[in-house]
């Protein structure tokens, strides 16, 4: 069977979306446990210079959103970035989720030969070929955003662990 674009890229996005709504989840009970006002890990940062944990899950959407819609050439639907509460978060994750669903196979599959224009900065556009946009930028970024939400829980002490990153790849 050839590897397709769902397979590939949003086969993982699906997983980890998923990963990161369950450790919201552990998240609000170790904080509540620890009598811990959840706003504060929502506003954590493993740096001064990075983004807090709140934007870190909405990136992590919006690249697996943004991949499936500019590779598939669907509508792209805009979410604004005004989640400020767990509930909120995991709202955001469940429309991200469905909207992969719902991404055409054979659109995915044709869009890896096309070119993919998509906005860098506030007055800059780049174009690559679908496949070099998915492979090279998307999954990266979208990887790079699901860890860093990741380490910035386990840097504030939530106890969560390599399996519950990986949730559901054994179930696969």
């Known amino acids: 069977m050839p590897l397709t674009a769902r397979s590939a890229a949003l086969a993982g996005f699906t997983q980890t ?20 006002d959840p706003a504060v890990l929502l506003s954590s940062r493993l740096s001064p210079d990075m983004l807090p944990f709140t934007r870190q899950i ?11 819609a500019r590779v ?4 792209n639907p805009k979410f604004p970035d005004e989640e400020t509460t767990v509930p909120e978060l995991k709202a955001r994750i469940a429309k991200v989720l ?3 669903a719902a991404a ?3 659109a995915l599959d044709a869009g890896l030969a096309k ?4 906005p860098r900065g506030p007055s800059a556009t780049v174009t690559m070929k679908g496949e070099t946009y998915l492979t090279r930028f998307a999954v990266p970024n979208f990887y790079f955003h ?3 939400a990741y380490a910035i829980l386990r ?18």
């Open 17 to 36: 979306l998923k990963a990161l709504d369950a450790i919201l989840d552990k998240m609000v009970a170790q904080a509540t446990e620890r009598k811990i």
């Open 58 to 68: 909405q990136l992590a959407c919006d690249f697996a959103k943004n991949a499936a």
């Open 72 to 75: 598939s050439g669907a509508e």
């Open 98 to 100: 469905a909207f992969v």
């Open 104 to 106: 055409d196979d054979a």
């Open 115 to 118: 070119d993919v224009t998509f």
């Open 146 to 148: 699901a860890t860093t």
């Open 155 to 172: 840097e504030n002490g939530i106890q969560i662990g390599k399996s519950d990153f990986l949730h559901g790849v054994l179930d696969a």
